[in-house]
């Protein structure tokens, strides 16, 4: 059957429409305005709300809550653990330490949170399987699981022996691997439409499709839509890689697709391989392969560093990603050889706001500290997001804790190139790390030219 790129599988999967959308017509005044409901803008929401229950909060969401990148990622949760090398880099090991712990806390007590305002949003904590697939990327964790042992005490990442990676991933392919056991994945569609129905519960205005044409930054500030304006005194930035068209932000992240695709249901094809006990599992190249399985006994299979977009707002590029979808499939099947028969459902991508070092950019407009971001998820935003909405609120409201006083609020990032540079240096450094990749899946480090154009690619979603 060809393949075509169709809608996400969470989000013909989720019940919805969850509320019948409205729509801003006329003038709404409001404290603080959200730009973007995803699970950033919805997560900031709820904290404002749950911070100082009588703000007036607004959402502005060009199309339904949630059906951005949070309708499509794998639905995977993770730490920032993987990510402590450049934390501790960025903001000292004191902050980085506080932080990591923050987001391990806020998997372990989602599911009450979640329960407690009767939302199934299908989450599991199996854990994270590291994984190496290749003979040259085993071990790519140790610098990670040092550093973690000697800042927190404890072991964040087992080790696993190959006999027991291979029987819990149901794939001869991981070679070797490590276990992060605070880990988890949930059903992303029914997580977006949850945190919306929360966050209205709570009182918070949310409009959709209704997108912010323009604002200026004069206090208050005015945010227009096609059909109306919201009168804001403080304004949140949380619209992901479309944050690429404000000039303050789009120096310091590209635009990368992700794809991905979901199995039919194959419950009884995972119990004969073994894959039964619900981790999540990615691979340790630089186009790293992330999977997991679902409630009803699919697998979701996706691949990182796509196609690279020319800066701006994401175009239709960013949603129809079908090579990258094909590249998933492949490895897919390589990774699992005895499951290549099984058919694809669906297939889709979106788009990845990466960073330098794949940490986000959370903080202030420089002269405009009435109106804060944050972006830059680089693709570990599912769990992370409900830390940044936290930190964005604490700014929103100007709250002074360590919530706001952390070394990644308002960091400095590196910039990338100005276009076309950006595009045309950042197409070649891409094609060549798809080649080292590829060549270390085979055995071989590859060509030199290739291994030094690649390692200018932004760091992945863990320090290696
Ligand atoms: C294929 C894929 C796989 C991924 N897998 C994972 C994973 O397994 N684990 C993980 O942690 N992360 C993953 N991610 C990243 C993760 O999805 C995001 O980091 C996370 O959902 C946070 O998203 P967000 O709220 O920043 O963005 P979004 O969900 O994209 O929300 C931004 C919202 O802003 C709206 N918007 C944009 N411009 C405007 C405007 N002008 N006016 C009004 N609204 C506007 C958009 O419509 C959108 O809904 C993946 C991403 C993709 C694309």
Known sequence: MTLKISKPHWISSSPMPHEDPITLKGKVKADIA???????????????????PSANVVV?????????ASGMNGGMLMTWWPKIIALCKLCGQGDALWLAEKTTQSIETLAAFLDSHNIDAELVTSGWLWTATSPLHIGSWKNVQEKTRLLSNREIFQDISKEELCWRT???????????????????GKMGSGLAQIARKLGVAIFENSRVKKFDKSQPVKLYTAHGVVETTKVV????????????????????????????????RLKDIGWTGGESITDSQTTVNYYRTT???????????GKLLYTGAPRQAAFNDLIGAKNAINDFRRVYPN????????????????????????????????????VGWSGNGVN???????????????????????????????????EPIRY??????????????????????????????????????EDK
């Open 237 to 268: 930035i949380t619209n992901n890689a479309w944050a690429a068209s404000i000039p303050n932000l789009s120096p310091y992240f590209v635009c990368v697709t992700s794809a991905a695709f979901a199995t039919i249901p194959i419950p009884d």
């Open 170 to 188: 149901g794939s001869s392919a991981h070679l070797a691997g490590v276990y992060e056991k605070m880990n988890g994945t949930l059903h992303p």
């Open 384 to 418: 992370t997001s409900r830390i940044g909405g936290r930190i964005l609120a604490g700014l929103a409201l100007d709250i002074q804790d360590r919530w706001t006083e952390n070394g990644l609020v308002g960091r400095t990032a590196k910039r990338f190139p100005p």
């Open 424 to 461: 045309i240096g950042g197409n070649m450094v891409r094609a060549a790390t798809a080649r080292k990749d590829k060549s270390e899946i085979n055995g071989h480090k590859g060509y030199a030219f290739d291994r030094i154009l690649s390692s200018l690619a932004p760091s992945g979603l």
């Open 295 to 305: 409630k009803d006994g699919r697998i979701v299979f996706g691949k990182g560093g």
């Open 60 to 68: 502005l969401e060009m199309g339904r809550c949630g059906q951005g």
């Open 339 to 374: 499951l290549a028969d099984v058919p694809v459902d669906s297939a889709w991508s979106g788009p990845i706001d990466r960073t330098y070092d794949s940490l986000p950019l959370i903080g202030r407009i420089t002269k405009s500290p009435h109106i804060s971001y944050g």
């Open 34 to 52: 959200i730009i973007g409901g995803g699970f950033v803008g919805l997560w900031t929401a709820i904290a404002i709300k749950e911070l100082e």
